[in-house]
């Protein structure tokens, strides 16, 4: 259980079994629905925007614990942020998830780094993150 | 006898270890893996016999046509095929079902006609029918499935009818091991003149087939599912609806006489045989159904309806699990899942010691739909399989569990 302890790791695990921002948002700017074509999982995700900055984040669905707890850190990391800086944000999660950039210590996220040991699993800790890009391309379009 | 320590000892990857823990394989659903026997056929082939078919004059190219068409003859007597001129080869199950949706699909189906399917199918035997009704204005219709995964016979009489064009279903589910009624479904088609195409992915590597048996007009498989190679499949036709069926592909060995603008076409079963084939891996199908008739479909089957059982009855006794399927009459696999650990995570827990299962939605997402659920966990297992891999595994998911729950 060697390997297993090291990326279901206490991090990852208590975001799963309590997820901060779970839920729907009414009125929300943004809202985007994906689907991981892999497992059939799925995730929304709500923003409210003020002016330019993320007002508030949720996310609702249902998925493994890396997909649930990943979209969970996704919301903390977001709010407040500025439309550019979620962008980087995204941008930057996402090269982790690929290695090409590594990751932040002292840092929640970091619990997802055992994650890249396993490609299969890389869609379930993206889906929320790329859901919220489309979700402010779609927006931006709008 | 059956012998299941012996007969492992034919499967080289049996030894492989994952980590430190041996290999516990039950994703035979999937794939299955294949026995030295199958492994040396290919390599001999490769070293010793490889050649184009039916074409060149000289030695290897008549050893390489006489052993793929030995191949066609040993699978024709081992799917009770009377005449080896309807049996294609074909890239497996879901080209053979196109091959079918395309050249009979495309020719027969208008609109007012209607293809009747189980909602339960493998997508390989829903989306080609989806493109031919989309083409040809045909409708689908589906057959429910009862509680316990059964197929509900009694809508299937109200939904096959004059308008009844083909009838297409799986002879065994990959999903509720389920083993469908297909000759009492052949019989109600042909009451209409309907035709019925019979997906035998998860039957034919595990229970003895007959197609003249089953009364069906079209039957498909996989050669990966029956311990041979990828890349080759089958598609028995009844000769005769073959013979009026445009060619799906165009191309070398399937023409009679080509000209700039019209050709005709070659004989059964070489008209749907275009382009070179996968040569080696269809002799390595007969040295595969060697092998699964010198253990006997009848052992294997029975070999199988044990451990079954035996998993189904070890996996009801793990709490709140949820089971899928009928409990008796099971094909050797089950599906289930767990309230407290999400599938994708349990195959991985799992994975850790060694045991390869499958969770997803197992291409079957209107299944999954209906189940109530995005996914399942499936344990499928095989001829190599033993009650102890059973016990490993319900021992490895009580961990898990155990694991999952220390954070909650």
């Known amino acids: 259980m060697g390997m297993m302890r090291e990326l279901y790791g206490q991090i990852i695990m208590d975001h799963y079994h309590r997820p901060r921002n779970k839920g729907e948002l009414e009125n929300a700017d943004l809202e985007e629905h994906l689907l991981n074509p892999l497992c059939g999982d799925e995730i929304t995700v709500y923003a409210t925007l003020d002016g330019n900055k993320v007002a508030d984040v949720k996310f609702s669905g249902r998925g493994c614990s890396i997909s649930q707890a990943s979209a969970s850190m996704m919301t903390e990391r977001l709010m407040g942020k500025c439309r550019e800086e979620a962008e980087e944000e995204i941008k930057h999660f996402k090269n982790m998830m690929t290695g090409e950039e590594e990751f932040p210590e002292m840092d929640d996220l970091a619990a997802l780094k055992g994650v890249i040991q396993y490609p299969s699993r890389i869609k379930c800790a993206t889906l929320a993150w790329t859901a919220f890009q489309q979700g402010m391309n779609d927006e931006g379009e709008g | ?408």
């Open chain 2, 1 to 408: 006898m059956y012998h299941v320590e012996k007969i492992r000892q034919d499967f080289p990857i049996l030894e492989r270890k994952i980590g430190e823990k041996k290999l516990v394989y039950l994703d035979n659903a999937a794939t299955s893996q294949k026995p030295r026997q199958v492994i040396e056929v290919l390599t001999d082939y490769y070293e010793h016999h490889n050649a184009n078919v039916h074409r060149g004059a000289h030695l290897l190219a008549e050893e390489a046509t006489a052993a793929y068409e030995e191949s066609r003859e040993k699978v024709a007597h081992f799917l009770g095929v009377p005449d080896a001129t309807g049996l294609i080869f074909t890239r497996g199950t879901t080209e053979s079902i196109n091959l079918v949706a395309y050249a009979w699909g495309r020719k027969n189906l208008r609109e007012g006609n209607e293809i009747v399917l189980s909602e339960a199918e493998h997508h390989s035997n829903l989306v080609p029918w989806q493109l031919a009704a989309q083409a040809t204005g045909a409708k689908l219709r589906f057959i429910p499935i009862l509680e316990d995964g059964t197929l509900d016979m009694e809508e299937a009489e109200r939904l096959v009818g004059p308008k009844t064009k083909l009838v297409g279903c799986i002879h065994a589910s990959n999903v509720l091991a389920t083993i469908n009624p297909v000759r009492e479904l052949a019989e109600l088609a042909h009451e209409y003149d309907a035709l019925i195409l019979v997906d035998g992915a998860q039957s034919a590597p595990h229970l003895p087939v007959d197609v003249d048996d089953l009364g069906c007009d079209f039957f498909a498989c996989s050669g990966h599912k029956m311990l041979g190679p990828t890349g080759v499949g089958v598609l028995w036709g009844r000769p005769e609806l073959l013979k009026e069926m445009d060619p799906f592909l165009g191309g070398g060995e399937m023409i009679r006489e080509v000209h700039l603008d019209h050709s005709t076409w070659n004989d059964l079963p070489y008209k749907f045989e275009a382009g070179t084939m996968n040569i080696a891996q269809a002799i390595g199908l007969g040295a595969a159904v060697d092998y699964l008739e010198g253990l006997g479909m009848e052992n294997i089957r029975e070999h199988e309806r044990q451990i079954g059982e035996y998993a189904y009855r070890s996996l009801s006794e793990i709490e709140d699990i949820t089971l899928y399927g009928p409990e008796k009459d099971r094909t050797g696999l089950v599906s289930f899942s767990l309230p407290d650990v999400h599938p994708h995570d349990l195959s991985q827990l799992l994975n850790e010691e060694g045991i390869a299962i499958r969770s997803g939605h197992h291409c079957t997402q209107p299944l999954m739909r209906r189940l109530g659920t995005v996914a399942t966990v499936r344990a499928s297992f095989y001829l190599y399989n033993t009650e102890k891999e059973v016990d490993a595994l319900v021992g490895a998911i009580e961990n898990a569990r155990e694991f999952f729950g220390a954070f909650a």
